[in-house]
């Protein structure tokens, strides 16, 4: 057991009958929406991923411990906290050591998640390469994370402020799997198709959970990228997302937004100029991802 892991009861039971669980991040709660709707979201994915046959597992960092599940308290506690760090591969050490509110990034979840055993983690979308990293180096650690770490994860895609081409470049340097769900390409978040093509096609669970199995049982290192196309009704238009990210491109340039920042002020941005429609899809994606995740836990669980 690691001193720094601490699990909800819920996750506990889980553990002990044997039972699939999916993990989830808190950044979603803390940075990536308003709150109320980010406590409420936080519970209904729970629950979908319940409905579905697994045990939800909401990580963050609470009092010097990894919470590998939060309690409806902590939830809300969590959701309403003002000065949460945002936490990454490189933060993590330092928040447990001053007992900082920490909520998990992609690559946190992923790595907390792989030091309690859990294989499936379900997000909204991927960090990747952003617009312009030929200049400015700015790579998101997700990438790195996916490249070493066994975790699945679930998502709607890459953000689509991101340089969509060069993160499936960067994600096949570093050998990840990308597997599209019932699509031929990676979905970008807010739309179902970027026009990128991906590796691989799984129509149903039981083919993305025995691929899993097979690159893990071979000893290749690394997750997996499973891309789930936000539902049709959800969508936004490709042609208003692409202008209205351009706008907001520009707007963090001239405001020298940079770094970690960056991602924040875009959909912030984004959320104000698509007047909150592009909140709306977001919970959408989520949810779905909750759903295909849940499913995809069950099927990697019981794989004969």
Known sequence: MNQYLSYSEEVKQAMDAGKPIVAL?????SHGMPYPQNVQT????EQIIRDNGAVPATIALIDGKIKIGLSDEELEMF???????K???????YLLATKQLG?????????????????????GGIGGVHRGAETTMDISADLEELAQTNVAVVCAGAKSILDIGLTLEYLETKGVPVIGYQTDELPAFYTRKSGFPINFRADDEKIVADTLHA????G????????????????????????????ALKEAEANGVKGKDTTPFLLAKVKELTEGKSLVANIALVKN????????????HHPF
């Open 25 to 29: 991040e808190s950044t979603i709660i």
């Open 103 to 123: 909520a998990t990034t992609v690559a946190a979840t992923m790595i907390c998640a792989d030091l309690a055993g859990i294989r499936i983690f379900v997000t």
């Open 289 to 300: 991802n909750a759903v295909v995740g849940a499913k995809i836990a069950v099927a990697f």
């Open 87 to 93: 936490a990454s591969r490189r933060d993590l050490g």
């Open 79 to 85: 959701g309403n906290s003002k000065n949460v760090a």
């Open 42 to 45: 936080a519970r209904e994915v």
């Open 215 to 218: 690159k893990w049982e071979l």
């Open 220 to 247: 290749l290192q690394g997750g997996a990228v499973i891309a789930n196309p936000i539902p049709v009704q959800d969508e936004l238009e490709p042609e208003l997302i692409d202008s209205i990210i351009a706008q």
